[in-house]
């Protein structure tokens, strides 16, 4: 795992430079993807997931979200600068020789929600949106309702759930599945009990088939449509 710098000076607005977290395959990258995060700290479960995908290929790019101001609560990481801070990661792994269509991204909760709104009007290969929220309400006066833009994604795009998640409420979800399924591109909204959906925080006790279910739907998504 190695720390750098990501420069968006190469897209109108984004931040001049943003710290990254980088995980490299040990052979050439198949491609890369983008891990969008609310925490301020990786958890030894989130590295985990990360350093499987360095494993399986894929040379893996977190931006610090936070970088603006340690203090911000987490409900400021959501918008135009957590765009910005995507677009850098994207041409930071352009510029290393990574095509556009095999870059994909991957959020949690915002960044899930954020995911989601990138995978409408980036031209990247793939997302991955867990517990992603403001599926009815946008979750930020700069944001869209997920089920609002839902017909405009531009990337094949799998969603997460989690059944009984207040932040999510099943008919929300049943709602955002209808709207993808009018997108041109492929969706897939899988629901999972209680939080075995969360790939990122679960612990080794919980560690069951539902859980390596959800994992191995995030890795057979990129691996099939990161070309």
């Known amino acids: 795992m190695t720390s750098s710098t990501a420069n968006g000076r190469e897209r109108a607005g984004a931040a ?48 610090n979200l936070f970088h603006r101001s340690e203090s911000a609560p987490v409900s400021q990481v959501f918008g135009d600068d957590l765009f910005d801070d995507f677009d850098a990661c994207f041409d930071w792994l352009t510029g290393r020789g990574v095509f556009p269509d095999t870059v994909g991204v991957l959020g949690f909760d ?19 949106s867990v517990s992603a929220h403001g599926i009815i309400e946008p979750i930020a006066a700069q944001g ?11 990337a094949p795009w799998l969603g997460l759930f989690g059944s009984d998640d207040p932040n999510t409420p099943a008919d929300h979800v049943d709602r955002l599945r209808d709207a993808t399924a009018r997108a ?44």
């Open 16 to 63: 001049a430079q943003v710290p990254i977290t980088v995980l490299e395959p040990e052979r050439a990258a198949r491609g890369g993807i983008v891990v969008l995060h609310e925490s301020r700290e990786f958890t030894g479960t989130l590295l985990a997931l990360m350093s499987a995908l360095a494993a399986d290929g894929w040379t893996v790019v977190a931006p």
């Open 184 to 227: 041109a591109v492929a969706s897939l909204v899988v629901r999972y009990p209680d939080l075995h959906h969360r790939v990122d925080n679960l612990g080794p006790a919980e560690e069951d088939g539902d859980e390596v279910g959800s994992q191995s739907r995030i890795f057979d998504w990129f691996d099939s449509n990161l070309r």
């Open 144 to 154: 869209d309702a997920l089920v609002d833009v839902a017909p405009l994604l531009q």
């Open 110 to 128: 915002t960044a899930g929600t954020a995911a989601f709104l990138v995978a409408t009007n980036r031209p990247i290969g793939a997302a991955v």
